[in-house]
């Protein structure tokens, strides 16, 4: 299969690929947060192609985009209490909502889960998208499952090119990391990903809310099924350096490091720092800029891996405001637990 590219700000591309998706085709498209792989929700076939073309793991349920509140009478059960308040402050936007699945929902959108995740974006390209085929859409990542993100319509071709219809470009993703998961089907709600809505910002318009724990037994059924899986992980080892003494640190690393070195930080950090000239080096921007960290992480992991480094350095952001997500991908990327780099 030939991946047509389709341009974003062309209305007859979008209204093709809306056709495409019409027709249980697969498409990629942008999204505030990243690239999504749409396929119409409520066709089993086209949903489960989603899961082929990524690699994905048939139980990591997907979410489902809509463009308008009322679709949501097709894809859940009941409104739970705080929806209506979320939906009005924070949709469009990059916050998805469990809610109690509705019958028509099938089990290859929700891994066998009797809750559906919703959320509207907030991208003028996916909502024209989402118009004009006037269909909810499910959308995960468009990349090889375990693999970072993609944040540029290259990054879904690299990934995906002749394994899905089209793929529609409109530019880099904004937030660069995926929405915020929020179950609201508890009496407290409960942040099962953090993401470009914070908890801050979530607290700030319905009182408590929790954070999950991430599960420590691997058995065990996690509340987000997804996040059990390895994620964002490029070719080569990623090592969060966290010392109070960074730099010095990272600069005896380095020094002692002899194969081929890649190195992920902060301009802050990298000032300081004496650095080879065969090192792979990707400035993530100032450290009092978490959202243009956020924004730069998985092109540079992407980078990183072409250029073939055998290992990747890079250091802890603070816990706060999106950084709470830039660490959370970090750590998966790294393959750790989160509490052993928080900073
Ligand atoms: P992605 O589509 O790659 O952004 O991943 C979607 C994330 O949403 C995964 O971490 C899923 O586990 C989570 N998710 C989707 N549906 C549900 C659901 N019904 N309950 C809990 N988590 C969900
Ligand atoms: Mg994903």
Not at 179 to 191: A, E, K, N, R, Y
Not at 218 to 231: C, I, L, N, Q, V
Request: charged share 20%; aromatic share 4%.
């Amino acid at each position: 299969m030939d991946t047509k590219i389709l341009d974003g700000t062309q209305a007859a591309a979008v209204n093709e690929a809306a056709e495409l998706l019409k027709m249980g085709q697969l498409v990629a498209f942008p999204t505030e947060t990243v690239y999504g792989l749409g396929a119409y929700a409520l066709n089993k076939e086209a949903v489960r192609g989603i899961y082929q073309a990524k690699g994905r793991p048939s139980d990591n349920p997907l979410i489902v985009h809509i463009c308008q509140k009322e679709q949501l009478t097709d894809l859940i059960s009941e409104l739970p209490p705080l929806a209506e308040t979320l939906m009005e402050k924070f949709w469009p936007g990059p916050l998805t909502l469990i809610f109690p699945k509705g019958e028509q929902v099938p089990a290859e959108i929700t891994g066998g889960l009797d809750t559906v995740a919703v959320r509207m974006p907030n991208h003028p390209v996916a909502l024209a998208l989402l118009e004009a085929c006037a269909l909810p859409i499910a959308a995960p990542s468009a990349n090889r499952s375990g693999k970072p993100s993609p944040t540029l319509a290259a990054h879904v071709l690299h990934d995906l090119n002749g394994r899905i219809a089209a793929v529609v470009d409109g530019g880099a993703a904004e937030v660069g990391l995926e929405s915020t998961v929020l179950d609201i089907t508890q009496t407290v709600p409960v942040i099962l990903r953090p993401g470009g809505i914070t908890k801050e910002q979530l607290e700030e318009v319905v009182g408590q809310v929790e954070l999950a724990t991430p599960h420590g037994d691997k058995k065990e059924t996690p509340r987000a099924p997804g996040m059990k899986y390895t994620h964002y992980a490029p070719e080569a080892p990623v090592i969060i350096c966290q010392a109070q003494d960074l730099e010095k640190e990272l600069q005896e690393k380095i020094n002692s490091f002899t194969g081929k070195l890649g190195l992920m930080l902060s301009n802050e950090t990298l000032a300081k720092l004496k650095i080879p000239k065969t090192a792979t080096v990707v400035d993530l921007g100032s450290q009092n800029n978490l959202a243009n960290i956020a924004a730069n992480l998985f092109a540079a992991l992407r980078t990183l891996d072409e250029a073939e480094v055998e290992i990747i350095y890079t250091e802890a952001f603070p816990h706060t405001q999106i950084g709470s997500a830039v660490m959370n991908r970090l750590s998966k990327a790294a393959g750790v637990e989160e509490k052993e780099v928080i900073k």
